[in-house]
């Protein structure tokens, strides 16, 4: 049974920085591809960041330049360093996987159905 936990959220004044972690338990993500979603209240879920398993990776326009993307595979864990926050970054964010989802990733990559998610984690910039 794959799980994902997220977490690393928090309250954080504009400008400053929050790193998100998620865990992954009950499979080793050597393939497929991880992302970051976020959904503010009233709105869409939206793609944030994506990574393949050459480390590949892709970001929201948003985001570019300011959020980071990575993961360690010997932790079995994927990160999300987030710059420079603003408050129209505050959203629940979650973490997403598939084993089968095959890169490179690119925008059409937030398009996909993951197979697994987390349960998210309240990110709030002020």
């Known amino acids: 049974h794959v799980q994902l936990v997220e977490s690393g959220g928090g309250s954080v004044q504009a400008g400053g920085s929050l790193r998100l972690s998620c865990a992954v338990s009950g499979y080793t993500y050597r393939s497929g591809c991880m992302a970051w979603f976020r959904q503010a209240p009233g709105k869409e879920r939206e793609g944030v960041a994506a990574i393949d398993a050459d480390r590949l990776t892709t970001y929201a326009d948003s985001v570019k330049g300011r959020f980071t993307i990575s993961k360690d595979n010997a932790k079995n864990t994927l990160y999300l360093q987030m710059n420079s926050l603003k408050a129209e970054d505050t959203a629940m964010y979650y973490c997403?996987?598939?084993?089968?989802?095959?890169?490179?990733?690119?925008?059409?990559?937030?398009?996909?159905?993951?197979?697994?998610w987390g349960q998210g984690t309240q990110v709030t910039v002020s």
């Open positions: 997403a996987a598939d084993r089968i989802l095959a890169g490179p990733v690119n925008a059409g990559t937030f398009r996909a159905n993951f197979g697994v």
